[in-house]
């Protein structure tokens, strides 16, 4: 099973990106749909935290100093998991990982089971 991020970049400040992590098809005999799935990122320097999150029936976390910025989404169709981010600030600058839970326990933790290897997502002011 694997977890691929994409979409950073370089953007500056008030700027938009949008994320997108692709789930393979056979993802350890979870059927995406099943699966809870979080963004999370981490700053040089910092502990990894979490973003956004997004539960099997469509329900959404997000860490507050996100919220209304960022939004949290999922095809099912396509096993994707997307996160747009608006009026981008510098503090927003990390390296910006997707993660999986079968369990449905963790949320905004960062205790997820399965990871990707995370896109760069820098913000100048």
């Known amino acids: 099973g694997q977890l691929v991020e994409s979409g950073g970049g370089s953007v500056q400040a008030g700027g938009s990106l949008r994320l997108a992590c692709q789930v393979s098809?056979?993802?350890?005999?979870?059927?995406?749909?099943?699966?809870?799935m979080g963004w999370f990122r981490q700053a040089p320097g910092k502990e990894r935290e979490g973003v956004a999150s997004i539960g099997s029936d469509g329900s959404t976390s997000y860490v507050d100093s996100v919220e209304g910025r960022f939004t949290i989404s999922r095809d099912n169709g396509r096993r994707t998991l997307l996160l747009q981010m608006n009026s981008l600030k510098p503090e927003d600058t990390a390296m910006y990982y997707c993660?999986?839970?079968?369990?449905?326990?963790?949320?905004?933790?960062?205790?997820?089971?399965?990871w990707g290897r995370g896109t760069q997502v820098t913000v100048s002011s």
């Open positions: 098809t056979y993802f350890y005999g979870y059927r995406y749909s099943s699966l809870c």
């Open positions: 993660a999986a839970d079968a369990a449905c326990i963790w949320r905004l933790l960062p205790k997820y089971p399965f």
